[in-house]
């Protein structure tokens, strides 16, 4: 049967066998050999339950396609049949890939990041997802950190109570008695069906895979290497055929269990085998889809390795640390956790609107890119909270984030760079493609400050620019302009941006 599917959409397989085994997620081996045009790519199958195994496969050329699928199942074994790809839809544009510094679509449609975090939300009733997911539309998120496996800790040194059980297990068994062995299909459903809501609005899915917030309540932390990769074998195999799909490796990949203190954190920086793990995700993942590895703010960001396509980094500090893991790594860097908008008393939840507006603009003054997150309790909830569990965001921050993407949106953002004749990392800072178009980014008024806008090059008579001046804090535009910094002065004044594109 012939059939058709979109660039870059899923085609998917279902199959079957009469053999009943011992475990069908480990007893039986099944790939399938897709081809086009003399391209060849090998794509692994999964077994989703009641007999039914799937092979995903995402098309990145448009045509005819072959397939033959192979497994030591005889039901299953030598299949083969055709389909065809058409042309992506309009908001298609293909998964997201590291180019230099920076990010950009299959189809050379730069991606800006512009994250936001909700740890848990995949697993919360349909009414608190569909707020949710309203909730990044409105304010131009595309990019959400979210963990795989549930997440739980109440009391201790935090404020709030992160306990709500999922409506089932990512595995078979029960609590601190799971078969890692046997993945729980169901629970794989439904974070898939999160993924591909996603993707319906055209934001990333930064998937975190492991990370230490169990505290004894599940045991899910405490699997073994070997199961790791069964594990990690197994997602790959269901979710990397969508193309909204990022990998990161941990949360917290620092952060792990004292042995002799149970139920205690400690710092560590080999609490699993990070690079076996990276190595087999680069190696099994058949689209290359975006890795990284998030740290806790005190430990250590991870060092750069091959199978890294980008920096994923937690720290206060958005902009000169960024600016050092930009020239060290010479990858994507993204500030992933600058601590969150809230009103919590630790101080990781607890930033200002104005903070945390300022912390993402010098992140982008940096020329990387950050995370955003709201952690609010209302009326004495410290249950849920936007953070973990979704739901409303409520912060000041949120509308004006999306106002800056909007002015980064009209920069040539890929092209520019640090314009440190115009910065003083402080007070204004400036980033630009040589003389055609500057972005300014003002903190702190400067009285008779003057900038050196297209002094380097242009006429004697300085050149002309169209600007346009923001009020990043109230989103909103100030005034259009045509100006020529050598005769009509630029004020520095707070909370501002300008952009500057030289007049034709």
Same mark, same amino acid.
Request: glycine residues 8%; aromatic residues 16%; negative net charge.
């Given at each position: ?17 009469? #053999? ?12 399938? *050999? ?16 009641? $007999? ?9 050329? !448009? ?11 005889? =039901?299953? +074994?030598?299949? %083969? ?90 595995? !078979?068994? /029960? ?44 045991? #899910? ?5 070997? =199961? ?11 979710? %990397? ?6 990998? %990161?490796?941990?949360? !917290? ?14 710092? $560590? ?22 890795? %990284? ?8 960001? &991870? ?9 994923? &980094? ?13 020239? !060290? ?8 956790? &600058?601590?969150?908008? $809230? @009103?919590?008393?630790? *101080? ?43 739901? =409303?965001? #409520? ?11 909007? #002015? ?10 640090? =314009? ?14 040589? +003389? ?7 903190? @702190? /008024? ?15 008579? $300085? ?42």
């Amino acid at each position: 049967m012939n059939s058709t599917v979109e660039k870059w959409g899923i085609f998917e397989l279902q199959l079957c066998s009469k #053999i009943n085994y011992n475990n069908p997620f480990t007893d039986v081996k099944l790939k399938a *050999c897709f081809y086009n045009s003399g391209c060849k790519k090998v794509v692994h199958g999964f077994y989703d339950g009641d $007999g039914i195994y799937k092979i995903r496969f995402m098309p990145e050329f !448009e045509g005819e396609y072959s397939y033959t699928v192979f497994s030591n199942d005889p =039901d299953m +074994n030598n299949i %083969s049949g055709t389909f065809t790809v058409t042309p992506p839809s309009e908001n298609n544009h293909g998964p997201v890939k590291a180019t230099g510094e920076h990010f950009t679509y299959a189809d050379g449609t730069p991606f800006f990041v512009m994250g936001t975090t909700a740890y848990a939300w995949h697993y919360r009733p349909a009414e608190v997802r569909e707020r949710t997911l309203r909730s990044f539309s409105e304010y131009g998120f595309n990019k959400i950190r979210m963990l795989f496996f549930p997440k739980h800790y109440t009391g201790k040194f935090n404020a709030v109570d992160v306990s709500y059980e999922p409506p089932c297990y990512p595995f !078979e068994g /029960e609590p601190k008695k799971f078969d890692f062995t046997r993945p729980n299909p169901e629970y794989f459903r439904l974070f898939e069906e999160r993924v591909k809501e996603l993707g319906e609005l055209g934001i990333e899915a930064d998937v975190i895979l492991f990370h230490p917030y169990d505290y004894g309540h599940w045991d #899910i932390d405490r699997m073994d290497e070997e =199961d790791a990769l069964l594990y990690l074998g197994y997602i790959i195999n269901r979710l %990397s055929a969508f193309r909204n799909v990022w990998w %990161s490796l941990a949360n !917290e990949y620092d952060i792990g269990y004292d042995e002799d203190n149970p139920g205690r954190l400690t710092l $560590g920086k080999t609490h699993r085998s990070w690079d076996v793990i990276g190595e087999y995700i680069k190696a099994n993942d058949p689209y290359g889809h975006p890795r %990284s590895c998030h740290n806790i703010s005190f430990g250590w960001i &991870y060092p750069d390795r091959p199978w890294m396509t980008h920096v994923s &980094y937690q720290h206060p500090d958005t902009y000169t640390l960024m600016l050092e893991l930009k020239r !060290e790594y010479k990858k994507p860097v993204i500030n992933d956790e &600058y601590q969150y908008e $809230g @009103n919590l008393p630790d *101080c990781w939840g607890n930033s200002s609107a104005e903070l945390t507006l300022l912390r993402h603009w010098l992140s982008v003054m940096a020329g990387g890119y950050a995370t955003h997150g709201e952690c609010f309790i209302t009326d004495g909830n410290t249950r849920d909270i936007f953070w973990s569990y979704g739901g =409303d965001m #409520i912060g000041g921050s949120a509308p004006c984030l999306k106002f800056l993407k909007e #002015i980064v949106m009209t920069c040539p953002w890929q092209e520019m760079k640090r =314009d440190y004749i115009n910065t003083d990392g402080h007070n204004y800072f400036s980033l630009s493609k040589g +003389n055609e178009f500057y972005l300014l980014f003002f903190k @702190n /008024e400067m009285k008779g400050k003057t900038l050196w806008i297209g002094f380097r090059e242009g006429s004697p008579d $300085g050149n002309l620019y169209d600007a346009v001046f923001y009020d990043v804090k109230n989103c909103k535009v100030i005034k259009s302009c045509r100006i020529n910094p050598r005769t009509d002065k630029i004020e520095i004044t707070g909370w501002t941006a300008v952009t500057m594109k030289l007049a034709e």
